[in-house]
């Protein structure tokens, strides 16, 4: 007897015991059942074989069953059309894409990845990570510890032949952010060559995308930040030292349209003033003693179409003040020494930790140069702010250290993470990566504790003050001559009184959290069930 196989969609008014009906209906007709998927607003599809001579009378039991409103063809399981789309998008990828599931058993693989280790994809589904990637792959790693990587050199024999990729990969993670599988990119070293040669000439600028963060502050500065980019406006960076503000002097740069051109930074405060107008605007043959013969290049005209980064530009003195001015005025410099003015085409970006409006005050500071300046402020936040970040950065430093000192890679505990994050960080993470490295060079364990910490670095457990007391009080009001409300519904009135009352002096589910003895992940939970919304601008996890 013949078996065709076909796929049935049935729409059905949900009711116990359905499933087991059809089931019976399924076994009566002696139907071989090869997959079913089941979804309340899809409706129930299954797979089965089934031969031509009693496909009508299936289809006639399966109407007659209590709840079956209709019956239709599908050329498609649900799962197999997911399957498809999930195929197109990893084929319309410009990397090769190889995914694994939790036992390290290879799921997906995109043509460009089959391109690369000359295999087919039947040929790859279901093989163990490390029979495709040769021994050790990084990609295992991810699925052992949770932790990504970042364009690893692999040299890889498949079939007589030597494979040389870079290769990137992040863990996937549950809805409990439990590791379930890890998914790795892989490009060709052929493929990769050419931007090897523009990372050297650009002498390692770094992108947003390199920029570790996951506080809603920072995703809300960094989107504002992408956005000016792409003009021409001098920018300002305000912030703490340590913040980062070279880091994102250069984001800024490679996110805009000079990105092909240089970016030079200087640091204002580190030169004395003759030498500071030297470097800026050049000079002619014999300005001054010992001056080059041709005279020399000021950054600016070598960044010309590119970036210039003034850091610490609340150190210049009056005289650069002025020279400065008159670029932004009027686009052109005049070298030390000379009388030919020289057009050039540069973006500025400065950057500053000290008070400028206050230096205008007292006379230190332009006010005409510093409207110039502040055409596009942005603050860059403490660490201390920012108490979500420190976890990935702390990570992050501690893999970038051992790989320095040459030392195996030590976990941070979760009383590590934890004592890490109530510091103050005057020093940002400058001084938390200052504090990592000691530790790291004193220590041969696995595992970095909070009495590593105390034992090499000045970090204590500080002293917390006493959270505010409320002299208001929450009064619930249940009217008694209505039907009287369940316990629930009194609870959650309560619960949502108290949530409204502590986050509208509290901008911080953390800082709620810690207010009320429960954690950030449980206030985050109660104001979603209870629909409380508070703007991501002024919120912060």
Known sequence: MNLNEIIIKIDFEDRAGLGYEIFEVCEKNDIDKVSMEVSPDQGMFIKLRVSEERKSMFLQDLKGVNGVIEISFRSHMPYESREHNLNTILNAISEGVVAIDDNGKIKHINKLACQIFDCTREEALGLRADELFDMNPPILDTLSTGR?????????????????????????????????????????????????????????????????????????????????????STIILRGESGTGKELFARSIHMEGNRANAPFIAINCGALPDTLLESELFGYVEGAFTGALKGGKKGIFEQADNGTIFLDEIGEI???????????????????????????????????????????IKKDL?????????????????????????????????????????????????????????????????????????????????????????????????????????????????????????????????????????????????????????????????????????????????
């Open 148 to 232: 990504p990587y970042r364009l690893i050199e692999r040299k890889i024999k498949r079939n007589q032949k030597l494979i040389r990729i870079l290769t990137s990969s992040d863990p996937i993670l549950d809805p409990k952010g439990s590791v379930i599988g890890a998914v790795a990119t892989i490009k060709d070293f052929k493929d990769v060559e050419e931007i090897i040669s523009k990372v050297d000439i650009k002498s390692g600028l770094t992108t947003f995308d390199d920029i570790i963060y996951q506080s809603s502050k920072m995703r809300y500065l960094i989107e504002t930040a992408r956005t000016v980019a792409r003009g021409n």
């Open 317 to 359: 003195s009056p005289s650069v003040q002025v020279r400065l001015l008159r670029v932004l005025q009027e686009g052109a410099i005049r070298r030390v020494g000379g009388t030919n003015e020289i057009q050039v085409n540069v973006r500025i970006i400065t950057a500053t930790h000290r008070n400028l409006e206050d230096m």
């Open 365 to 541: 500071f332009r006010e005409d140069l510093y409207y110039r300046l502040n055409v596009i402020p942005l603050t860059l936040f403490p660490l201390r702010e920012r108490v979500d970040d420190i976890q990935p950065i702390a990570q992050h430093l501690v893999r970038k250290i051992s790989g320095k000192l040459r030392k195996r890679e030590a976990r941070l505990t979760k009383e590590s993470i934890e004592l890490l994050k109530v510091q103050e960080w005057p020093g940002n993470v400058r001084q938390l990566e200052n504090v990592l490295e000691r530790v790291i060079n004193m220590i041969d364990e696995q595992e970095i504790t909070p009495q590593h910490f105390y034992a090499w670095t000045d970090l204590t457990i500080p002293i917390v003050k006493a959270e505010k007391k409320y002299d208001e009080e929450l009064n619930l009001k249940i009217p008694l001559d209505k039907q009287f409300p369940s316990l629930k519904e009194i609870v959650a009135q309560v619960e949502q009184q108290v949530l409204l009352h502590v986050l509208k002096e509290h901008k911080s589910s953390r800082k709620a959290g810690r207010v009320l003895g429960v954690s950030n992940t449980t206030i985050l939970n109660k104001m979603n069930a209870l629909g409380i919304k508070i703007s991501d601008k002024f919120f912060y996890q």
